[in-house]
């Protein structure tokens, strides 16, 4: 009963399965730019005998146009950086398109190298679907839709997507990408951006520069050590707190002392601020931004979820008129593609045309496809 139940849905699997070679072929309009990159490559086989993935692939317009960015010119010659990228397309699993809900989803990709990141189990994109439409949200706060989906192969399914995904930078980047720049200049002020890159898995609760405006008398003389006390206790260490898994609950900050994540009405509040954009992705986790600096001494701060903006909890701080620590931001510079980020927050890259065409011709796109199939092979 149960083999016989079993077999014509094995038959038919096996039929109507085509090889990712094949998909490839039968889509030149759309891959035949990714087609030519993988090639006859080891990658290519890689993925064509793996099982249970989905891959994210770029669009022939999607990949001129990023070969054409200094971020594309500046991976030419990075075959790490190129196989990381790579790593960032394929989802683990089979994620057809109805799977994709409202609500967002954050899958983990087979990025895993800890030189591109640090989030167990593989750095992730974000997916949410609106009425027909599915938005993959990688790193920087780059957004890519998908415009094909579906398309099956023998070892899960593929989607085209208009735009190369951005793999997740360090809180530098992303929070200057994210105009999170008071916040940038403040961890770069309390000496504490390398500590923060080195974290795994972790939860940023990132005040908005008005936020830190609204304290800004507190801040003005702050000492390195206060201020690298009040920012520890806006990270959480060890839990990767995407807004789909959080509940009501505490979470031990680096600092020591705990914070309350409450779920009211849909919004999320952290003690008593709210947070207004969720979900920003770093190579170590998440970045959630909140619309109040956290106090270390206000725990017990709660939620008002009728104002329309959250006190501040810093008794007796008036607020100043200008974006605080944005003179310590640092400066930003051409990135590599999935660059690792170091204090600069940023490594300087020169965009020769010679390693566009690199690219184009595949000359140095093959060794770095050959390193990463191996990689590859590992799943
Ligand atoms: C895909 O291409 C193969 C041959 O390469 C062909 O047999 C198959 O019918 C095509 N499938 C679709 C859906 O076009
Ligand atoms: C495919 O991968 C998903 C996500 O990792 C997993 O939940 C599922 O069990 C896997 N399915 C198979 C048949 O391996
Ligand atoms: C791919 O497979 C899924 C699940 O079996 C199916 O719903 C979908 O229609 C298939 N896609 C195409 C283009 O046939
Ligand atoms: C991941 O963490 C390790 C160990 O702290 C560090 O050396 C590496 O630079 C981190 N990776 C990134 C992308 O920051
Ligand atoms: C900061 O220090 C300067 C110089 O010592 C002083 O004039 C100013 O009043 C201080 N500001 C605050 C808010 O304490
Ligand atoms: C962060 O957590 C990891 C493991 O969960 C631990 O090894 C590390 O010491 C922690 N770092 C800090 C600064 O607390
Ligand atoms: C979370 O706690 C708040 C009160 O702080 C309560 O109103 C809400 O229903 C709780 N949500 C869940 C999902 O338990
Ligand atoms: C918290 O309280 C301690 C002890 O009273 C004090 O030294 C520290 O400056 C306070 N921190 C903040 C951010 O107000
Ligand atoms: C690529 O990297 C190699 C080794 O670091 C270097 O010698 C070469 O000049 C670089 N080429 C380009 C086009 O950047
Ligand atoms: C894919 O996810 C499953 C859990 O859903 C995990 O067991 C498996 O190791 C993952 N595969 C890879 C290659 O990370």
């Not at 990658?43 to 200094?70: E, G, H, K, R």
């Not at 027909?132 to 989607?159: A, D, W």
């Not at 972790?202 to 920012?231: C, E, K, M, Y």
């Not at 020769?352 to 191996?374: C, I, M, N």
């Amino acid at each position: 009963m149960q083999l016989k139940n079993l077999l014509p849905v094995a038959l038919g699997a096996v039929a109507s399965a085509q090889s990712l070679a094949e998909v490839f072929a039968n889509h030149t309009a759309q891959l035949s730019s990714l087609d030519g990159l993988l090639g006859n490559t080891s990658l290519l086989t890689a993925l064509s005998s793996a099982s249970n993935l989905t891959i994210l692939a770029p669009s022939n317009d999607a990949l001129s146009a990023f070969l054409a960015s200094p971020r594309g010119m500046a991976a030419g010659n990075d075959t790490e950086a190129i196989v990381a990228l790579l790593q960032y397309h394929v989802l683990n699993g089979t994620h057809h398109a109805y799977n994709f809900t409202a609500r967002p989803q954050f899958i983990p990709t087979m990025l895993m190298n800890s030189t591109y990141a640090n989030v167990t189990g593989g750095q992730s994109v974000e997916v949410i679907r609106n009425g027909t439409n599915v938005t993959i949200y990688s790193g920087l706060v780059e957004r890519s839709r998908v415009t094909m989906s579906n398309l099956n192969f023998t070892g899960g399914t593929v989607h085209v997507i208009d735009k190369v995904l951005t793999v997740p930078e360090s809180i530098v980047s992303t929070g200057v990408a994210g105009n999170l720049t008071s916040l940038v200049g403040a961890v770069t002020r309390a000496n504490a951006v390398d500590a923060i890159d080195s974290l795994r898995d972790i939860t940023i609760f990132a005040p908005s520069n008005a936020a830190f405006s609204r304290i800004g008398s507190a801040l003005q003389n702050i000492s390195a050590a206060d201020l690298g006390n009040v920012l520890n206790y806006h990270v959480v260490n060890g839990t990767v707190g995407y807004s789909s898994i959080l509940t009501n609950t505490t979470l031990r900050t680096l600092q020591g002392g705990e914070v309350t994540v409450r779920i009211e009405n849909g919004s999320v509040f952290v003690n008593s601020a709210r947070v207004t954009t969720p979900d920003l992705l770093v190579e170590n986790g998440v970045i959630h931004v909140i619309d109040a600096v956290l106090n270390p001494n206000a725990t017990t701060a709660t939620p008002d979820p009728t104002a329309s903006s959250t006190m501040a909890v810093f008794p007796g701080a008036t607020s100043v008129s200008t974006d605080v620590f944005t003179e310590s931001v640092p400066p930003q510079t051409t990135v590599i593609v999935g660059a690792p980020t170091g204090a600069g927050g940023a490594v300087t890259s020169s965009s020769s045309a010679g390693a566009k065409r690199a690219w184009q011709t595949g000359a140095v796109g093959v060794g770095a496809l050959f390193g990463g199939a191996g990689m590859l092979l590992n799943m």
